[in-house]
C-alpha cells in the first residue's frame, strides 16, 4: 500500500521547496496520480536552531513537536525535515508522535560509505550543527573520516547560508564557496557533504562541480521509497 508523507518544513521556506522539488522530479510517475501524496508544514516561524544551540535562543523544539503533531494528525506516515541543524532535536521528536521519522543525517552517511569507501568527507554545514557534531558523531561512528570547516571557512559558508539563501538572495559569486572547497581539499577532504539544506540551492545556482554528496537529494530518495514508490536519478 502506498504511504503518504509528511514535511516538517520552514527551516527555511526554498531549502523545503527544493526538498519538494527534489520528491516530485525523482519519483518515477507517468501522471499526477502517480505521485506521493504529500502534506507540508511550511511553519518559517519556527526559531532559529543555531542559535538556540550555540547561544541559549529560544528553543524551537515546541514548535517543531507542534509541525510534527498536526503532520501525523493529517495522515501522515512518516516525517522529514529539510534541516539538517534540527536533527539535534530528532531524538525528542520522534518521542513526540507514533510515526517513523527518515533522518537526513543517516541517509548522507549510507550514501557517503557506498559511493567514496574509505574516503574522507568534507562536512560543510552551518556552526550550530557542527557544534553539536549532527554529523561528526553519525560518520565516526560509522567509520567514516571527517574533515570540518575552520572558522574561516565556516563564516563563508554561514554568510552564503544566512545572508544569501535565508534571505532570498541566492549567490551569484562562486569564489567564495570554491575557497572553502579548495581549503578543505587541501587538508584532505576527498569528497563533500552539503550537510545544510540551504547549501545545495546554492551550489546550483552557482553551478559548481565537485564531489558532492547532497544530503537534501537523498533523503527525498529513500522518502520516496519508504512511501512504496521508484526513484530515479535527475
Partial sequence: MKKALGIL???????????FTKIVTMTQAESDREHIRIYIDNNSQITDRTAAILHGGESPLPYMTESAKKLQEIGADCII????????YLPQLQKAVNIPFISIIHQAVKVSKQRYPGQKAGILSTT????????YDVFTAEGVDV??????????LM???????????????????????????QRGADYFVL????????????????KFVDATAELAKAAIEFCGYTPRDI
Fill in 159 to 185: 554568510d552564503i547560508i544566512y545572508n544569501g539563501v535565508k534571505a532570498g538572495r541566492i549567490p551569484t559569486d562562486p569564489a567564495p564557496f570554491e575557497k572553502v572547497l579548495s581549503q578543505m581539499a
Fill in 81 to 88: 525535515m529539510p534541516c539538517n541543524t534540527a536533527h539535534y
Fill in 9 to 19: 518544513g520552514g527551516m527555511g521556506p526554498l531549502a523545503t521547496a527544493d526538498l
Fill in 147 to 156: 574533515i570540518e570547516p575552520n572558522e574561516e571557512e565556516r563564516n563563508i
Fill in 128 to 135: 550550530g550543527t557542527q557544534d553539536a557534531r549532527v554529523y
Fill in 195 to 210: 550537510g545544510c539544506t540551504e547549501l545545495p540551492v546554492a551550489v546550483q545556482s552557482l553551478k559548481l562541480e565537485n
